[in-house]
C-alpha cells in the first residue's frame, strides 16, 4: 500500500500557505472597494432623487455650505459612516422639480471624486477638470 511521505504533505502544506498569503491582502482590498462603490452609488441615486423629492413634497432643498464650512443636507439624504459631501457652490433644488447645477466631491478617506450636476436636472455625471 503506498501512501503520501511526510515531506510530500509538509511541501503541500507550504505551498498552499504561500498561496494564501499572497491572495488574502488583494480579497480584502477587494472586499473595501466594492463596499466604497456600493456606498458611493447609493449617494449618488440619493443626490439623482433630490430634485423629484423636491417636486414630490413642494419645497425647496440646498445642497452647499454654510457658513460655518459645514454641509446643508436634506434631513432624509442617508450618508455612510466616513463619507463627506463638499459643494463649490449651493445646488439649490426648486419646487417644480429642477436645480440649479454644479460640482460635488465625494470623500472617504482618501478617495476623492468630483460629480457633475447639471441644470435642470442634476443626474450626477462624473467631473473632469481641464
Given at each position: 500500500m503506498r501512501g503520501y511521505t511526510?515531506?510530500?504533505?509538509?511541501?503541500?502544506?507550504?505551498?498552499?500557505?504561500?498561496?494564501?498569503?499572497?491572495?488574502?491582502?488583494?480579497?480584502?482590498?477587494?472586499?473595501?472597494?466594492?463596499v466604497r462603490s456600493f456606498q458611493q452609488e447609493d449617494l449618488?441615486?440619493?443626490?439623482?432623487?433630490?430634485?423629484?423629492?423636491?417636486?414630490?413634497?413642494?419645497?425647496?432643498?440646498?445642497?452647499?455650505?454654510?457658513?460655518d464650512g459645514q454641509v446643508t443636507l436634506d434631513p432624509s439624504l442617508t450618508i455612510p459612516e466616513g463619507w463627506t459631501i463638499n459643494a463649490e457652490t449651493p445646488i439649490d433644488y426648486y419646487p417644480n422639480g429642477v436645480c440649479t447645477g454644479g460640482v460635488i466631491s465625494?470623500?472617504?478617506?482618501?478617495?476623492?471624486?468630483?460629480?457633475?450636476?447639471?441644470?435642470?436636472?442634476c443626474q450626477p455625471v462624473l467631473y473632469e477638470a481641464g
Open positions: 511526510l515531506l510530500e504533505l509538509l511541501v503541500v502544506l507550504l505551498l498552499l500557505s504561500l498561496v494564501a498569503g499572497l491572495i488574502m491582502p488583494r480579497l480584502s482590498t477587494l472586499y473595501e472597494s466594492a449618488l441615486q440619493q443626490i439623482a432623487g433630490l430634485g423629484y423629492k423636491a417636486y414630490q413634497q413642494g419645497k425647496s432643498y440646498r445642497l452647499g455650505l454654510l457658513e465625494l470623500q472617504q478617506a482618501f478617495f476623492t471624486q468630483q460629480w457633475l450636476l447639471e441644470a435642470p436636472l
